[in-house]
T-cell receptor, first 110, second 114 residues
Framework: KQEVTQIPAALSVPEGENLVLNCSFTDSAIYNLQWFRQDPGKGLTSLLLIQSSQREQTSGRLNASLDKSSGRSTLYIAASQPGDSATYLCAVKDDYKLSFGAGTTVTVRA | ETGVTQSPTHLIKTRGQQVTLRCSSQSGHNTVSWYQQALGQGPQFIFQYYREEENGRGNFPPRFSGLQFPNYSSELNVNALELDDSALYLC?????????????FGPGTRLLVL
């Protein structure tokens, strides 16, 4: 059974600092890994998708890396802003379902 | 292109009742998945429907059931509600493409069981 862990559970940084969010998973037989953002009480917004054959994916200030052999992914958010405050979830996909971590709740202080 | 929509947004039920949640898939998608997210946790996979057939199921009891209709909209039914069923229920639609498949999530239905 796939287990996904995210560390830390919560993070508070001053505006402008870079964010580093970690995700680990136990079964490397994955199709892809996605990072999502969730605002309080809301649904999920997909940020980045990394295919199992890729090492990283970038979108604007976001960069995600994937090391499938060691079961790790890292999401980097450059020059954080108060609007980046949210919960960030990583999820790995097998042939049909996503397995999620519990998320990292980020607070960016102005 | 319309996104994924869910109804209702909020719902309050009492223990033992039955509930039906609805999801309208994004245009062009043929697969819908349902997830349960308890407070402070990540979403847990309930089941997936592909072309109106159940395609996979998570660790949820049979009182959780679903349907997918020819227009690819979907329902999640929960019978004999329990207090622990209180959660945010998310549906996600996608077009099956294997490694490139991206699931697009709706805003969720928040269910409170009293």
């Amino acid at each position: 059974k796939q287990e996904v862990t995210q560390i830390p559970a919560a993070l508070s940084v001053p505006e402008g600092e870079n964010l580093v969010l970690n995700c680990s998973f136990t079964d490397s037989a994955i199709y892809n890994l996605q990072w999502f953002r969730q605002d309080p009480g809301k649904g999920l917004t997909s940020l980045l998708l990394i295919q199992s054959s890729q090492r990283e994916q970038t979108s604007g200030r976001l960069n995600a890396s994937l090391d499938k052999s060691s079961g790790r992914s890292t999401l980097y958010i450059a020059a954080s802003q108060p609007g980046d405050s949210a919960t960030y979830l990583c999820a790995v996909k097998d042939d049909y379902k996503l397995s999620f971590g519990a998320g990292t709740t980020v607070t960016v202080r102005a | 292109e319309t996104g994924v929509t869910q109804s209702p947004t909020h719902l309050i039920k009492t223990r033992g009742q039955q509930v039906t949640l609805r999801c309208s898939s994004q245009s062009g998608h043929n697969t819908v998945s349902w997830y349960q997210q308890a407070l402070g946790q990540g979403p847990q996979f309930i089941f997936q429907y592909y072309r109106e057939e159940e395609n996979g199921r998570g660790n949820f009891p049979p009182r959780f059931s679903g349907l997918q209709f020819p227009n690819y909209s979907s329902e999640l039914n929960v019978n004999a509600l329990e207090l622990d069923d209180s959660a945010l229920y998310l549906c996600a639609s996608s077009f099956r493409t294997g490694a490139l498949e991206t699931q697009y999530f709706g805003p969720g239905t928040r269910l409170l069981v009293l």
